[in-house]
């Protein structure tokens, strides 16, 4: 089967129960509950672990097996009466347009937060009681007090980190239908390395073999010890070494930061990773245009941009090089808000002055620095006692004096 740029996650997704393997109680569990769905005493099933155990590949191969419809949701559909409400219309109440049945998803139900997600646990409960197709939950993290009211409604099943056993035979499978040289100890090294992790391990498979091959020693070295929760580095070396814009698209689904900080991150490293002119070109323009929508999230509160936000910084920066390089860069946290930091601080003297002036001239600071302060340094260079003249006038201390002395 020859490789292509369609992420290996898809690709060798699991497509019947069978398939999923390290999560034998759990998959029957669930075989049980789609199948016998209207005699269960709760409607509901709450799938809960770390991300890349098989969660939601468990659903989606569960539905292949038993032909249903698949309706996939995600938490954040249930923030407004409107959304809600075209679940309750399109996915809950119609009948299947082939006359199948349909096996409900809703992802990440964990993610829920905050004023703007208040009372969207308690709606998706609602849906539980009046649903006549089977409804699974997938959650992180199951103890968060704002899930209380589903899983009083919904039956938990843990789904726990996979044997790195598991992951080195599928990451061999793979190895055999896509033409790859690896050793069966890289294979077991790079397994071990995700923290029972299947799809990060596959992913990370694919960026490391793309065009060679083969699965070098030095190489998974260069990915460095993983924490359980995937961390920014990681993300940056999926989005920066990945030609797929599928997995550079899913380098950020599970890094905890805002995506403003992912920004500053990228902004700091690209220089190191894209050095060809034009390649940086497009990726700044990516990176711009990604700014262009935060600040329209400000201004108008439209947070439907931060889907275009992500396509940016995820899709449009991977895409924007011609190929992937292969030297290694060791990425560094954003030096820039430290840059600001120590560049208000040295004009912090700078505003106390134009402060002052501003006060006196009855003008802005803004137009204190542009058009009065470079003045003060010509005055004092011309003519010495008039200039202390006008600094007593202007109440200007001493180290503020000294400041116009050395800046102008």
Request: with cysteine; hydrophobic share 40%; aromatic share 8%.
């Amino acid at each position: 089967m020859p490789s292509s740029s369609q992420p290996w996650t898809k690709k060798y997704a699991p497509q019947k129960l069978s398939d999923i393997k390290g999560q034998d109680k759990a998959v029957q569990r669930i075989r049980e509950f789609v199948l016998n769905y209207k005699k269960q005493k709760k409607k509901a099933l709450l799938l809960y672990g770390p991300t890349g155990t098989g969660k939601t590949a468990a659903l989606h191969a569960a539905a292949q097996e038993f032909d249903f419809e698949t309706i996939e949701l995600n938490a954040s559909d249930f923030r407004t009466p409107e959304q809600i409400q075209a679940v309750q219309g399109n996915a809950i109440k119609q009948r299947s347009l082939f006359g199948k049945e349909k096996l409900i998803i809703i992802d990440e139900v964990d993610g829920l937060s905050g004023t703007q997600d208040r009372g969207g646990a308690g709606e998706i409960a609602k849906l539980m009681e009046i649903s006549p197709f089977p409804i699974v939950l997938t959650a992180n993290d199951p103890e968060e007090d704002k899930l209380k009211a589903l899983k009083a409604k919904a039956e938990l099943l843990s789904f726990e980190p996979l044997p790195h056993t598991v992951i080195a035979e599928q990451l061999e499978h793979i190895s055999k239908h896509e033409g790859i040289t690896a050793t069966t100890d890289d294979l077991k090294h790079l397994a071990r390395r995700t923290g029972g992790d299947m799809r990060a391990a596959i992913t990370d498979f694919q960026i490391l073999t793309i065009g060679s091959k083969q699965l070098k020693h030095e190489d998974i070295q260069m990915l460095g010890d993983r924490d359980k929760e995937e961390e920014l580095k990681e993300a940056l070396f999926r989005i920066f070494k990945t030609m797929s814009p599928e997995i550079a698209l899913a380098a950020l689904d599970n890094v905890d930061e805002e995506y403003n900080e992912v920004m500053l991150w990228i902004d700091e490293n690209l220089p190191q990773e894209y050095q060809l002119p034009q390649e940086r070109a497009k990726a700044y323009d990516m990176l711009s245009k990604a700014d262009i929508m935060q600040r329209r999230i400000r201004r108008w509160q439209h947070w439907r941009f931060l889907v275009y936000i992500k396509a940016y910084i995820s899709m449009g920066i991977a895409l924007s090089k011609d190929a992937k390089h292969p030297h290694q860069v060791e990425y560094q946290r954003t030096t820039r808000l430290l840059q600001i930091w120590k560049a208000n601080m040295t004009f912090a003297k700078r505003k106390d002055i134009a402060a002052k002036i501003g006060e006196i001239c009855h003008t802005s600071s803004k137009r204190a620095i542009k058009d009065i302060l470079p003045y003060l340094g010509i005055i004092f260079a011309k003519n010495k006692y008039r200039a202390e003249e006008l600094f007593a006038y202007l109440d200007l201390n001493d180290e503020e004096i000294e400041w116009v002395r050395k800046r102008y």
